[in-house]
Structure formats: structure tokens, C-alpha cells
T-cell receptor, first 114, second 115 residues
Framework: SQTIHQWPATLVQPVGSPLSLECTVEGTSNPNLYWYRQAAGRGLQLLFY??????ISSEVPQNLSASRPQDRQFILSSKKLLLSDSGFYLCAWGQPPATNEKLFFGSGTQLSVL | DQQVKQNSPSLSVQEGRISILNCDYTNSMFDYFLWYKKYPAEGPTFLISISSIKDKNEDGRFTVFLNKSAKHLSLHIVPSQPGDSAVYFC??????????????FGAGTQVVVTP
């Protein structure tokens, strides 16, 4: 069966510090991978998605970046965190192609930038 | 621009009664709709979905209704149980043949089931 691992679960970082969140998927190959963010009181906002190694699409302009060095590994990074980067970050995977596919989410990382 | 809207941020319902959650969308190209359930400090889990070729899909206590002309869908939970207390997200996408469509989420509805 497929599983998705995301870490760390919680993170407190000072403004201006770097960030690296990692996500790995097991039990599937060539998945679509996604990073979402949930800000307080808001819905889930798509940040990045990837359809293959080295292929990253950004949905919103920001100081975050994403990389996919391996088929089942997705990394969210920042060189210098801002206060507005605080939120609940979720990694997800989906299996293409499909007409009725759904996303499977990791357990999330609660990031607090102080 | 919020393409998927859940206008009720919260819903309180008595155990055993029906919970009705509503969702509206603006993009007529959406052809696949999903509901997710989320507990605090956890990732959302898939609950139920519906394709635009259907107007109803049922899975146990959960039923999703789709009204394409009104661009509206709803989730019915019958009977409601205490374990149903969670945030429910509505999501929609345009499914493409070469890659899975990107989900657009609503802001969520917090459901509280009281004894």
C-alpha cells in the first residue's frame, strides 16, 4: 500500500532563517506531487506541483521554492523566511493519468515564523 | 479569486441528526468534485467524490449531491456521529488526460456534533 511521510511535524523558525521541509512517498511510482499551505482560517492553497523529477510548477509568487530530486521525494525550501510564511504545510500525491483520481495528504508541518 | 466557496464556516448538529454541508463554485469547467475531512494537526483525508456526469454519489452515511446548473454541491451525513466532528473541505478540479487536475479547495466548514 502507498504511504506518504512528511516531516517535521512542527517547526519554529526565526524570521530570515532558511527552511527545508521534506516529503517522501512509498508504494507508488511516478506520482504527481503537491505542496499546499493552510493559513489560519483559510482554505488549502496550492503552492507547487510536480509531474516528474526536476519538473516544478509554481502556483503563487513567493519566497518559497520546491525541488524534486528523486521520483518520490519532494522538498519545500526557503532561503529567508518571512512572518507571512507561517502556516500548516501539506504534501500530497496523486496518480496520473486519471478521470476520477484523488489526492492523498501527509500529516502536515505546522510552521511558526517568529 | 476564490473559485470554490464554502459560505458556512461552522455547523453544529445533534448526534443522530443530518448534517448538510454546502459548497458553491464559479468555474463551469470543473468536472470532478471531492470532499475531504480534516482533524486538527492532521492532513485531510479523502471522504467522497463525484464526477460531473452524475448528480448523486452515496457511500455509507455520506452522500454528495451535485447541481451543475446551480454550480452547487452538498454533502449529507446521516446519521451524524461524534467522530464526524472535524473540518470538511470541498474541492474541485478540471481533469486533464495527461496529468491529474489541480484541486481548488474551499475554506472549509467546521462541524461539531453534540450529544
Amino acid at each position: 500500500s502507498q504511504t506518504i511521510h512528511q516531516w517535521p511535524a512542527t517547526l519554529v523558525q526565526p524570521v530570515g532563517s532558511p527552511l527545508s521541509l521534506e516529503c517522501t512517498v512509498e508504494g507508488t511510482s511516478n506520482p504527481n506531487l503537491y505542496w499546499y499551505r493552510q493559513a489560519a482560517g483559510r482554505g488549502l492553497q496550492l503552492l507547487f506541483y510536480s509531474v516528474g523529477i526536476g519538473q516544478i510548477s509554481s502556483e503563487v509568487p513567493q519566497n518559497l521554492s520546491a525541488s524534486r530530486p528523486q521520483d518520490r521525494q519532494f522538498i519545500l525550501s526557503s532561503k529567508k523566511l518571512l512572518l507571512s510564511d507561517s502556516g500548516f504545510y501539506l504534501c500530497a500525491w496523486g496518480q496520473p493519468p486519471a478521470t476520477n483520481e484523488k489526492l492523498f495528504f501527509g500529516s502536515g508541518t505546522q510552521l511558526s515564523v517568529l | 479569486d476564490q473559485q470554490v466557496k464554502q459560505n458556512s464556516p461552522s455547523l453544529s448538529v445533534q448526534e443522530g441528526r443530518i448534517s448538510i454541508l454546502n459548497c458553491d463554485y464559479t468555474n463551469s469547467m470543473f468536472d470532478y468534485f471531492l470532499w475531504y475531512k480534516k482533524y486538527p494537526a492532521e492532513g485531510p483525508t479523502f471522504l467522497i467524490s463525484i464526477s460531473s456526469i452524475k448528480d448523486k454519489n452515496e457511500d455509507g452515511r455520506f452522500t454528495v449531491f451535485l447541481n451543475k446548473s446551480a454550480k452547487h454541491l452538498s454533502l449529507h451525513i446521516v446519521p451524524s456521529q461524534p467522530g464526524d466532528s472535524a473540518v470538511y473541505f470541498c474541492a474541485a478540479s478540471v481533469v486533464t488526460t495527461d496529468s491529474w487536475g489541480k484541486l481548488q479547495f474551499g475554506a472549509g466548514t467546521q462541524v461539531v456534533v453534540t450529544p
